[in-house]
């Protein structure tokens, strides 16, 4: 028994359904409720994986923000298999998130970046992963790419790198275009960071 957020909360049972590129627990779990009482057994899965990063990538000096388009299979069943994204990655065991996101950047678009600025902390989805997002924020040392990105032909990666005009990422995620969350969260920050900026 233990207390999580000054609520008790029992895991009676848990066992790993799948240990692949992410694991798959499955638990049986008893929680107290609003009204103060023990919840009847209940089970529940958790899709876990280590914390993933991703950076909200700036040129400022042509005004536009660098994402990257890659396929997704989990979204292909909606037909959205091609989203605009922000950089994003795993983070490895025992490496600093900041080391992994510049990684990153490097790997799918060939920037490099300056100092990065961690922005938020999230869980994507919370009813189903303990998976966290680290969302950084990065400005391009230059207007051009330093190496080619893409990512990783052995990680059967193949990104395309796109810059979108910060007006026309607003209007993107206005209109539905953009869809990812990570992404709206990003792009969302730096419209109410560029409308406060005197």
């Known amino acids: 028994m233990g207390a999580v957020s000054g609520r008790k909360v029992e895991v009676l049972k848990h066992r790993l359904l799948l240990d692949d590129f992410f694991q798959v627990e499955e638990a049986v779990v008893s929680f107290e409720k609003t009204d103060g009482t023990m919840s009847e057994p209940v089970r529940r899965l958790d899709l876990k994986r280590e914390d993933a990063v991703c950076a909200l990538v ?3 000096a042509k005004g536009t923000v660098v994402l990257v388009r890659q396929f997704r ?5 909606r037909n959205q298999a091609y989203p605009l994204e922000l950089v994003a990655g795993l983070v490895d065991q025992g490496e600093p998130p900041q080391d992994a996101i510049r ?6 678009t ?14 994507p989805s919370p009813g189903i992963t303990s998976e966290r997002g680290i969302i950084f924020y990065g400005e391009t040392e ?9 990512g990783l032909a052995e990680e059967s990666e193949d990104i395309a790198v796109v810059e979108v005009p910060f007006a026309e990422a607003f209007a993107m995620v206005e209109g539905g275009e ?3 969350g990570k992404t709206i969260i990003g792009l969302l920050w ?7 900026t005197p």
């Open 103 to 108: 990684r990153e950047i490097l790997e799918e």
């Open 178 to 180: 953009i869809y990812d």
């Open 110 to 123: 060939g920037f490099a970046v300056g100092a990065l600025t961690r922005l938020f902390t999230f869980y």
């Open 73 to 77: 299979y989990a979204a292909l069943s």
């Open 142 to 150: 230059g207007t051009e790419p330093v190496e080619k990105g893409g």
């Open 58 to 60: 700036v040129s400022k």
């Open 190 to 196: 730096l419209k109410d960071k560029l409308h406060a």
